[in-house]
C-alpha cells in the first residue's frame, strides 16, 4: 500500500503552486487528492474562477483514475482515436486536457495534483511547481 499524504504536506505542494501562479500572474485553484482520487486539500486563490474548483478536482482525479497526467489524454481521445469519448465516462469527470498529475514515491502514486484557473499551458506549469515540491520534500 502505497503511504499517505499528510494534509501539512498537501499545503506545502499548494503553497508552492501559488507562488509560481502569483509569479506568472494568473490566479489559481489547486486540488490535492488521494492516490483513489479523494480530496486532502483544495485552495482558491482570490480572483480564481468558480468553475476552477470542480475541474481543478476533476484534473487530480484523473490522474489518480488513470494513473497518467492528464495532458497524455488528449491525442487518444481526439475522434478515430482509441480512447475518444473518455471525457464522457466516469460521471464526466475524467479531463482530457493538462494540469493533473500524479505524485510517486518510488513509482507509487501516493497522491495527486490538479491545478486549473488559466490557459492549459499555465495550469501544467503552476501544478508542476505542486509535483517539484513534492519531489523536493521525498528526495
Given at each position: ?23 506568472i ?16 486539500a ?40 482509441s ?50 515540491k ?6
Amino acid at each position: 500500500m502505497a503511504e499517505e499524504l499528510s494534509l501539512e504536506t498537501a499545503t506545502e505542494i499548494i503553497a508552492a503552486a501559488e507562488e509560481k501562479a502569483e509569479e506568472i500572474e494568473q490566479p489559481m485553484v489547486v486540488t490535492i487528492a488521494t492516490d483513489e482520487g479523494n480530496l486532502i486539500a483544495q485552495h482558491r486563490m482570490d480572483g480564481a474562477w468558480l468553475a476552477s474548483v470542480e475541474i481543478s478536482r476533476n484534473k487530480a482525479y484523473t490522474a489518480a483514475a488513470l494513473e497518467t497526467s492528464t495532458d497524455q489524454l488528449a491525442e487518444p481521445s481526439e475522434p478515430g482515436n482509441s480512447l475518444y469519448g473518455l471525457q464522457t465516462t466516469d460521471e464526466n469527470r475524467i479531463v482530457i486536457f493538462g494540469g493533473g498529475y500524479p505524485l510517486t514515491v518510488d513509482g507509487e502514486i501516493v497522491a495527486t495534483i490538479g491545478v486549473s484557473g488559466g490557459e492549459v499551458s499555465q495550469d501544467m506549469e503552476v501544478a508542476q511547481a505542486g509535483v517539484d515540491k513534492f519531489e523536493d520534500l521525498h528526495s
